[in-house]
Antibody, heavy 118, light 106 residues
């Protein structure tokens, strides 16, 4: 069974940093691109970042460029999101999602909540 | 950035009714559009990809159509478990989501 389990969320002050992790199992992690998607409380979905299977191609949504860094460790079947200079508006549930061959996200993890507040 | 606009924002319906949800793109995305369902407290689930292809395990009552800038998700007959929020997603130029349509019980 394909599983994605996020961790690392929590409460952080504005301007602070946090590193999210996503542990993958049940599939050949090194063969798939992976993504982060977030959802602010009561709001819609927002794509955050994408990384190709070998880390050669990395993309970010404009509002995250320069503050967030996506990475992966294929030896540990893990995806990461380093978030710096956090703002109140970064408060959200952060999901990791596998990018299918079709280019869409499936499946998703259960998400980890990041709260940015003083 | 490609903007996806979903309509309506909310639909109040009864089980058994036919549902039509709309997603309009600010520029052509060809057929690179997917639909997701999200229930409270759960991660989104892929329903339709490339505009009209049902994902694995998705019931036949879900269907998608459209190309270019106008897309539709149709539920032929609402089941109780279909009350949820539905999002469209384009992958023509990076990825962007629509703002969602909530299908609620009337």
């Amino acid at each position: 069974e394909v599983q994605l389990v996020e961790s690392g969320g929590g409460l952080v002050k504005p301007g602070g940093s946090l590193r999210l992790s996503c542990a993958a199992s049940g599939f050949t992690f090194s063969s798939y691109s992976m993504n982060w998607v977030r959802q602010a409380p009561g709001k819609g979905l927002e794509w955050v970042s994408s990384i190709s299977s070998g880390s050669s191609y990395i993309y970010y949504a404009d509002s995250m460029k320069g503050r967030f860094t996506i990475s992966r460790d294929n030896t540990k079947n893990s995806l990461y999101l380093q978030m710096n200079s956090l703002r109140d508006e970064d408060t959200a549930v952060y999901y990791c999602a596998r990018e299918e061959r079709s280019g869409y996200f499936d499946p998703w993890g259960q998400g980890t909540l990041v709260t940015v507040s003083s | 950035e490609i903007v996806l606009t979903q309509s309506p924002a909310t639909l109040s319906l009864s089980p058994g009714e036919r549902v039509t949800l709309s997603c309009r793109a600010s520029q052509s995305v060809s057929s690179y559009l997917a639909w997701y369902q999200q229930k409270p407290g759960q991660a989104p689930r892929l329903l339709i990809y490339d505009a009209s292809n049902r994902a694995t395990g998705i019931p036949a009552r879900f269907s998608g159509s459209g190309s270019g800038t106008d897309f539709t998700l149709t539920l032929s007959s609402l089941e109780p478990e279909d009350f949820a929020v539905y999002y469209c997603l384009q992958r023509s130029n990076l990825w962007t989501f629509g703002q969602g349509t909530k299908v609620e019980l009337k």
